[in-house]
């Protein structure tokens, strides 16, 4: 590790060293994949053809199931072809593309899913002003500020990341993941991308402090409704949303602060997938069970493509 080199290829972590295995991992990641890829899409169609939907919470769940298909088309494709082709290599340029993108995909994530709990917080607490302020104009401003800053943020960490001098071409996961880029650097800028990383779990604590306060408020108003039909139609509203948002925080947490000192290659795999993969694939399920108003739609756009 002491000696600089100059790296043109990653060599990403494999799943197995038996061709057996391999192709057993690659059945499985293409189930996931197909899996995610379907229900992300089935929610965006029918958010974007039932105009009973065209509100503002069904929007950011769009933009949610847009950021979910995203998220795992950077790493997932990438890590089937290598089991597949029987090779770990991955070119300079196509790990600098997976940092960049599921960090866009993965900030995206986070701010939605506070945006969203804003959206409720308006819905439940404040239903007078709801259309005031979340018209339609404000719901693009927040949709197109949570893209462009998630842009600039993954550029900053990208461009910080890969102008590192690299000791090694071996990264310890399934997918070029900034953690395992800096335990091979050997270069000054590791303490800047470092302190970058602080920065941005600070900022996720915040969104997370942001929402258990907002939910507090959210469940506080409810409690208050004398009708039980309405308490049960704010929790059904609320409570998907929860889920996801705790799915999301609880696989970063496995992720960035478990106490395991030097896990395991294949231990980092597992969480990666866990916070990776699972997440996307079962927004989808999450939303579409609890609500009436999306099996509804689904429901609809099945009958049309059926008949």
């Given amino acids: 590790m002491s000696n600089q080199t100059s790296t043109t290829d990653f060599l990403l972590l494999e799943f197995s060293d038996e061709r057996e295995?391999?192709?057993?991992?690659?059945?499985?990641?293409?189930?996931?994949?197909?899996?995610?890829?379907?229900?992300?899409?089935?929610?965006?169609?029918?958010?974007?053809?039932?105009?009973?939907?065209?509100t503002p919470m069904y929007f950011?769940?769009?933009?949610?199931?847009?950021?979910?298909?995203g998220s795992v088309s950077v790493t997932i494709p990438k890590s089937m072809v290598n089991s597949l082709m029987n090779t770990r290599s991955i070119s300079y340029l196509g790990c600098v593309t997976q940092v960049y993108f599921f960090l866009v995909f993965l900030a995206s994530d986070l701010t939605l899913l506070t945006v969203m709990a804003?959206?409720?917080?308006?819905?439940?607490?404040?239903?007078?002003?709801?259309?005031?302020?979340?018209?339609?104009?404000?719901?693009i401003q927040m949709a197109a500020s949570t893209w462009l800053s998630s842009l600039l943020y993954a550029l900053l960490h990208t461009s910080t990341t890969?102008?590192?001098?690299?000791?090694?071409?071996?990264?310890?996961?399934f997918f070029c993941e900034i953690p395992q880029l800096l335990k091979i650097s050997c270069s000054d800028l590791y303490l800047v991308e470092s302190i970058l990383?602080?920065?941005?779990?600070?900022?996720?604590?915040?969104?997370?402090?942001?929402v258990v306060i907002t939910y507090v408020q959210i469940f506080t108003t409810v409690l208050r409704i004398p009708s039980s039909q309405g308490r049960q139609k704010a929790f059904s509203t609320c409570i998907p949303h929860l889920i996801v948002f705790s799915m999301f925080?609880?696989?970063?947490?496995?992720?960035?602060?478990?106490?395991?000192?030097?896990?395991?290659?294949?231990t980092n795999m597992a969480f990666a997938v866990i916070y990776s993969v699972i997440p996307p694939m079962m927004n989808p399920v999450i939303y579409s069970m609890r609500n009436k108003e999306i099996k509804l739609a689904m429901c609809k756009l099945l009958n049309l493509k059926l008949f």
């Fill in 249 to 266: 925080v609880l696989g970063g947490m496995l992720v960035y602060l478990r106490p395991i000192p030097h896990p395991s290659p294949h």
């Fill in 118 to 139: 804003h959206d409720r917080y308006v819905a439940i607490c404040n239903p007078l002003r709801y259309e005031t302020i979340m018209n339609k104009g404000a719901c």
């Fill in 197 to 210: 990383l602080i920065f941005s779990v600070a900022a996720a604590l915040g969104c997370f402090i942001f």
């Fill in 162 to 173: 890969f102008s590192m001098t690299f000791c090694s071409d071996i990264v310890e996961q």
């Fill in 60 to 69: 950011f769940l769009m933009n949610l199931a847009m950021t979910d298909l």
């Fill in 21 to 54: 295995l391999q192709i057993v991992h690659f059945i499985v990641f293409l189930a996931l994949y197909l899996t995610t890829v379907a229900g992300n899409l089935l929610i965006i169609s029918v958010v974007v053809l039932d105009q009973h939907l065209h």
